[in-house]
């Protein structure tokens, strides 16, 4: 658990607790004889700080929850990344079998991480098999080098090959 989360919850525990011993005072002195107008500036004064704690409890809370997703996404990245450059070369499926997740978020991946310029290699998606490969021998490439056919440009930092569909990936 992050600490945004761990912050969040507590200052929401503190917060319902203030409430829980407030309304219970108050309770109290109304059934001692406290009037209706003092009981209504008792609860006015005390609900300042509880909807301050709630509400900033909250927001820590959900966004402790946003920094989960984006560390757990993070952390799939470099596992990939790990695995490609020191294997030189794995199948998607393996890659999938070996971080937990389906082959479309290892392909997700893939695309976020030659997005970041932090890869370079080529992927034949028909036969599912990821390479790792320096920039300036990706930058060097005219002919496939699984089919042997001519790459074209397919977006930034994206050559593929217009015969095989093999992609090439660079930084």
Request: glycine share 14%; charged share 15%.
């Amino acid at each position: 658990m992050n600490s945004s989360r761990l912050a969040g919850g507590v200052l929401s525990i503190i917060g319902l607790g203030i409430a829980l011993i407030a309304g219970l005072w108050l309770a109290t002195q109304v059934s001692v004889g406290m009037s209706a107008g003092g009981a209504l500036l008792g609860a006015g004064l005390v609900f300042i700080p509880i909807a301050l704690l709630l509400g900033f409890g909250v927001y820590l809370f959900l966004r402790g929850g946003t920094e989960a997703k984006q560390l757990s996404t993070m952390q799939q990245q470099r596992q990939l990344l790990d695995i490609v450059k020191s294997r030189g070369q794995v199948t998607v499926s393996d890659m999938a079998v070996e971080m937990t997740v389906p082959a479309d978020v290892v392909k997700d991946l893939v695309y976020q991480l030659v997005g970041l310029q932090v890869f370079s290699g080529y992927i034949n998606w028909n036969e599912g098999v990821l390479y790792s490969s320096d920039a300036s021998k990706l930058r060097e490439l005219s002919k496939c080098k699984n089919c042997g056919g001519d790459i074209v440009l397919a977006g930034k930092g994206v050559v593929v090959c217009k015969f095989c569909g093999t992609e090439y990936f660079l930084t």
